[in-house]
């Protein structure tokens, strides 16, 4: 089995091992139990995407006692609904308003087949003198703060 096909399995053998039903997580999350055993089975196709999804999948991650971090950036990694790039977003809310002339990019770096945090992994890469384009809006804040 592979890891993605692994990821609501193992997720599902946690909960059951630690004693925690899915009723529970429904009532405390106020989440559907159908929408947690989607998860347990790698069926998200009644899930929501972006910020909601990985917010379910950390709810979900504290109320079995999994590292939440670790399980979203899994998530993330295996199954579209966790996309964290914001083109999307953005592109929606440029068409919301009428603007024809958007020319967002999310600068993400070609990856690994299955790695979908390529940002993170460019920047460990980056040599000393180097800035990503995450570090330099850094510098471009920090210089503003100065001035002001």
Known sequence: MSERAAFGPNLRRIRIQRGVSLEQIATSTKVPAALWEGLERNDFSRWPNGIYARSFVREYSNAVGVDPESTVDDFCRWFPQGDRRAEAVIRGHAEIVGHD????????????????????????????????????????????????
């Open 101 to 148: 002339h958007l020319e967002w990019r999310d600068h993400v770096p070609p990856v690994a087949e299955g790695e979908r945090r390529g940002s993170l992994r460019a920047a460990d890469k980056a040599t000393p003198g180097q800035h990503t384009t995450f570090s330099q809006m850094f510098v471009r804040v920090r210089r503003a703060l100065l001035r002001a």
